[in-house]
């Protein structure tokens, strides 16, 4: 059984900064690629960022390139995603997602192609 939990979402000013965590209770940590997904009202869950199951990989959707950085410590199986000059499009929840896989896995970025999730956690930009 594999449980995602995520944290550190919160109310942000524009141009202000968050840091979301996300702890992965399962043994083989290391041979899961990780993502991070964010679904807005009325808007389907999209794609924001991933890291390689080897944390030497990252890729980001455009819409967040140069302002958001995903990490992981798998010391303590925890995958971070540092958002950085937070725009109101930005709001939304935010899930944790992962998935097994043989090699580096930076190319998953759908969502269908994660088995496993998290609860979600709200970031809220606004003035």
């Known amino acids: 059984q594999v449980q995602l939990v995520e944290s550190g979402g919160g109310l942000v000013q524009p141009g202000g900064s968050l840091r979301l965590s996300c702890v992965a209770s399962v043994r083989s940590f290391s041979s899961f690629v990780m993502g991070w997904f964010r679904q807005a009202p009325g808007k389907e869950r999209e794609f924001v960022a991933n890291i390689a199951r080897s944390g030497g990989r990252t890729y980001y959707a455009d819409s967040v390139k140069g302002r958001f950085t995903m990490s992981r410590d798998s010391a303590k199986n925890t995958v971070y995603l540092q958002m950085n000059s937070l725009k109101p499009e930005d709001a939304a929840v935010y899930y944790c997602?992962?998935?097994?896989?043989?090699?580096?896995?930076?190319?998953?970025?759908?969502?269908?192609?994660?088995?496993?999730w998290g609860q979600g956690t709200q970031v809220t930009v606004s003035s």
């Open positions: 997602a992962g998935r097994s896989s043989i090699d580096s896995g930076s190319y998953y970025v759908g969502a269908s192609e994660y088995d496993f």
